[in-house]
């Protein structure tokens, strides 16, 4: 789901509720703030600097706070993806065993095209992310929430395949 012009709250009735039951299990508010962002990003597919602002006064926190822990991590978006967000480890002892071929099959067999653009289709978004964590079954890729290793260019259109 995409933004317009207005902006949609989320913290209101069963997600207000839900905020605050995962309040109840941090000692502050400032602790919440990433599970708040997911909820936001559930809620819209991304998050803009309008929820940011709303985060920001439910936790009590400022705009700026918020925006720079957005900013921080990749998982969070700051405008709209793909239904399925494709990362691909290009950290160099993934880069030495051919992660870049892997990014090069993607971008073209889901129509991206360019790192960051979505598929005209709007089901892709490719992006390049540092070190997954499996630097011994290189190439790993992330589609949304699937950890996927072992990826070759080979592989790709297989993979593109199941997620379309
Ligand atoms: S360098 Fe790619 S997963 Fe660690």
Redesign the pocket.
Known sequence: MTQTTEYTAVFTGTTRKRLDEILTRYPTKRAALLAALWMVQEAHGWISDAAMAETAEVLDLTPSYVKGVVTFYTMYHQHPVGETFVQV?T????DLCG?EGVVQALLEHTGCGELGATSPDGKFTVIEVE?????GF???VMMNEDFIEDVTPDKVPDLVKKYS
Do not use: E, R
């Open positions: 480890c950290t160099t002892p993934c992660a070190c997954l964590g499996a630097c290189a190439t790993p």
